[in-house]
């Protein structure tokens, strides 16, 4: 990288991957709202102004870099406590192993509305058919499936109001769908970690931090 902002982007010979035109584009728009102005704490950067051109393998030269001067306010991520989760998973073997743990889901699902479990959010997922696609997951072969286990998460105020779910799952092993494939047991609840993004001035946060380090 040179004083006037140009740079060539490269990587150590041997390595994996690849460096070129289409693989920085992407990632020079990963996760950017306004590329005429990307907030980071040095500068708002203008990315509408780059230009950027293969030289060699692997090699790619970037100039044109304009920009802002850095922003009055900077981003702060702060965790907070955010209730507690519990958690049970059952798991179902073919046949019909998705229509069982849907039934399952059903059974515990009015078994929760029944007990009066306050739960303040409720997640159902089928794992090894939607637990990473969702409503997305394809439906083809879902009644072909060797294995799919149910994961029931609910998010409460208390803990002891988590732990409830837990007691719901064991009675499906004797008296539930057949066929169980596998049981996790009475998973203990644990704390939520809530995310807060917010912006502050910067004139409230250290512009550097010294380490000191005395041998006792």
Same mark, same amino acid.
Do not use: C
């Given at each position: 990288?040179?004083? %006037? *902002?140009?740079?060539?982007? +490269?990587?150590? &010979? !041997?390595? !994996?991957? #690849?460096?070129?035109?289409?693989?920085? #584009?992407?990632?020079?728009l990963y996760e950017v709202h306004? &590329?005429?102005? $990307?907030?980071t704490p040095d500068v708002d950067a203008d990315m509408t102004t780059l230009h950027m051109e293969e030289i060699g +393998?692997?090699?790619?030269?970037?100039? =044109?870099?304009? !920009? $802002?001067p850095a922003p009055a306010t900077l981003k702060i991520v702060a965790g907070y406590e955010d209730g507690f989760m519990g958690q049970a998973?059952? *798991?179902?073997?073919w046949p019909d192993a998705l229509a069982k743990a849907q039934l399952a889901s059903q059974i515990i699902t009015q078994q929760m509305a029944e007990s009066g479990l306050k739960a303040e959010e409720t997640v159902i997922e089928?794992? =090894?058919? %939607?637990?990473?696609?969702?409503p997305l997951a394809d439906p083809t072969h879902a009644a072909d499936l060797n294995e799919v286990y149910l994961r029931i998460a609910v998010r409460c105020s208390d803990r002891k109001e988590a732990?409830? /779910?837990? #007691?719901?799952?064991?009675?499906? *092993? /004797? +008296?539930?769908p057949p066929f169980i494939g596998g049981l996790g047991g009475m998973?203990? &609840? #644990? *704390?939520?970690? !809530?995310?807060? &993004?917010t912006l502050a001035p910067r004139t409230m946060i250290e512009e550097s931090i010294r380490v000191s380090v005395e041998e006792a």
């Open positions: 990288m040179w004083e %006037n *902002g140009d740079a060539v982007i +490269s990587k150590a &010979p !041997g390595t !994996g991957g #690849r460096v070129s035109f289409d693989t920085l #584009r992407e990632q020079l306004d &590329p005429a102005h $990307y907030l +393998s692997d090699q790619v030269r970037v100039t =044109g870099a304009s !920009g $802002y998973v059952i *798991g179902y073997a089928y794992q =090894g058919y %939607n637990s990473i696609h969702g732990a409830k /779910l837990g #007691r719901l799952v064991p009675p499906l *092993g /004797l +008296s539930g998973t203990e &609840p #644990r *704390g939520l970690l !809530g995310i807060w &993004p």
